[in-house]
Nanobody, 114 residues
Framework: VQLQASGGGLVQPGGSLRLSCAAS????????MGWYRQAPGTQRELVAR???????NYADSVKGRFTISRDNAKNTVYLQMSSLKPEDTAVYYC?????????WGQGTLVTVSS
């Protein structure tokens, strides 16, 4: 199983950005996909996750600003980020929990700065 993330970049505070992560390989139909992030000097934290059925969970810090979605036919998860803040600056890692194993994407850097 491989995950390919894309969509990071530099954005001004208050701006928006959309991350994508496509999974390929032997993927069971029932699974979790989502995003973690890690800022310099901090531990990796869960941002959002979504089940194959569409149930979602968000970190309190992003509720109301970020939206996670997925396309099961494409095994792709998206993270729409709005009202971005400097504290959202981090490397964002997508993940797939599949048949009891967790797989990670390569990480994509999001920088929120004026």
């Amino acid at each position: 199983v491989q995950l390919q993330a894309s969509g990071g970049g530099l954005v001004q505070p208050g701006g928006s950005l959309r991350l994508s992560c496509a999974a390929s390989g032997s993927i069971f139909s029932i699974n979790f996909m989502g995003w973690y992030r890690q800022a310099p000097g901090t531990q990796r934290e869960l941002v959002a996750r979504i089940t194959s059925g569409g149930a979602t969970n968000y970190a309190d810090s992003v509720k109301g600003r970020f939206t996670i979605s997925r396309d099961n036919a494409k095994n792709t998860v998206y993270l729409q980020m709005s009202s971005l803040k400097p504290e959202d600056t981090a490397v964002y890692y997508c993940f797939l929990l599949n048949r009891g194993a967790i797989y990670w994407g390569q990480g994509t850097l999001v920088t929120v700065s004026s």
